[in-house]
């Protein structure tokens, strides 16, 4: 992999200070030949509403080349960001959970269909279905699907 030459583009912030003229006071070019003279660090010409962190406000040539200075170019500008998506990855990890829950959910409706004539009254409350002896029991089988589901949700993208 290349990594891209440590120059940035122009939009790009480029140091961490402003120039300053001769009384300490940051310079700020408005436009053309016009310039702007201020004490306070806000008003560093490179910030956008985005410059919230540091790392918005430093350059790329601020980093150590590698990957910090990848990280700052790449940061430097909303087209220059570009991920993997690995949705090969992402789709087998969401058929896999799948495949876990359709077997959870056999197990749960044949434990279901089992429990409709000997003890109807544990399909109709939860407080009552606590005395099934075989394993898994059905709070036990809901807690477990319960997990599942919540990782089956964060596999989503």
């Known amino acids: 992999m290349a990594f891209p030459p440590p120059t940035p583009p122009s939009s790009a912030p480029t140091s961490p200070k402003s120039p300053t003229s001769s009384d300490g006071d940051c310079i700020i070019n408005i436009g ?3 310039e702007k003279h201020c004490s306070d660090e806000k008003h560093l010409p490179y910030e956008t509403e985005k410059a919230q ?18 990280a700052a170019y790449m940061n430097s500008s909303d087209n220059f960001l570009m991920c993997r998506r690995f949705s090969f990855l992402q789709t087998r990890v969401l058929l896999y959970r799948q495949d876990e829950l359709a077997e959870m959910e056999d197990t749960l409706l044949n434990m279901d269909d089992e429990d409709k004539d000997l003890e109807p009254l544990a399909l109709q409350s939860r407080r009552l279905d606590g005395d099934r002896t075989e394993e898994p029991s ?3 089988l809901i807690e477990k699907i319960d997990s599942k589901l919540k990782q089956y949700g964060t596999s989503m993208f």
Do not use: I, K, Q
């Open 138 to 140: 059905r709070a036990s």
């Open 32 to 34: 053309g030949d016009e």
């Open 53 to 70: 962190s540091p790392s918005v406000t430093t350059g790329v040539d601020d980093h150590p080349r590698g990957y910090p200075t990848l």
